[in-house]
């Protein structure tokens, strides 16, 4: 991800901290030195680093139960408002979803528990002294801060935890494109009662109102892409009319091509119709710039582009697509000859599509067929 430091590997997930969290750390540190000095910057700055490791503890707890259900999470980022992990894939099982939504919290509520008992252990009646004291209140403010984080975390504003839980209920009683639907609207509702908020109180709400809204919005968008593949084979959302590269073209041939059409990933296919490489348009121009024009495009193509055959479900397909965070799928027959790719654009349409008409029928008037590969040079 760009603009966030990787900083540890722990038990496979890396742990990334954005810049943004960084620039939060100095803001903080300066004003706090700025209102009380040096000692005041350097406890303000560790209470954050303290609360932020309850933050990553919480987001662990959620990672570990996950892989319970054998779900991976390739990585866990520190934001200014919160912690993010990328789970590999939300459980569908409702029961699933409700153990690793609850797992998050659970952790925050066991380290609460133990800074409450080293509070009492420090003797109820020396409390009151011992508040002055920067040790006993940074404990004391810790443990408010994860009672905090709980309740924080639950109100039922999905996609955060308690939305997840308002979902896994909802699902276990209706479809779980419907339960999400549900759950995303209140959390897209909630977001704009969060902003309403921080217009009064503070600027973070408003972030944090603007993440809620945008993730409630994209899960909505995910669930059901998700569902309207549903049924389908790959080829449904195959852009089959593809211009494609020889591997023996050059990367004047590749403007050419570029220029005449709409294409921006151009496959470089061999006599056979098999598939060697794609070329991109953001690995074309760099190219120009560093090499002639009569560099030849097998030199600048990506190798190793995944791809998928044209009779498997859609879904998995998609699933491809998303974690690979590919420009495009090629699509194969059952010889591996290219029959065309899939774009997150043309997949985009297909969806428009299906939500008028959710009685298409997808791929019938278009049969995979593998070449002739149309490869011209020049402009008509
Ligand atoms: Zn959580």
Redesign the pocket.
Known sequence: MLWSIPVAVLGGTVVRIHVTFLLFLIWLGASYWRAGGQAAAVEGVVYVLLLFACVLA??FG?ILAARRYGIRTPEVTLWPIGGVASLERIPEKPGEELVV?LA??AVNVAVAAVLLLVIAGGGGGEDLTKLEDPGVSLVARLAGANIFLVLF?LLPAFP??GGRVLRALLAMRRPHSEATRIAARIGQGSAFLFALAGLFWSPMLIVIGLFIYLSATAEAQHVALRDGARDLPVCAATVSAVETLSPNATLDDAVDLLLRTSQKEFPVVDGAGRPRGLLTRDLLIPALRDGGPSRPVIEVMARDMPSVGARAPLETALATLNSTKAAAVLVLDDEGRLVGLLTPENVGEMMLVRGARPDWRFGRSRPPAAGPWRWSRGRP
Request: aromatic share 0%; hydrophobic share 20%.
């Open positions: 919480h987001e959620h939504a998050g919290p975390n955060m935890d």
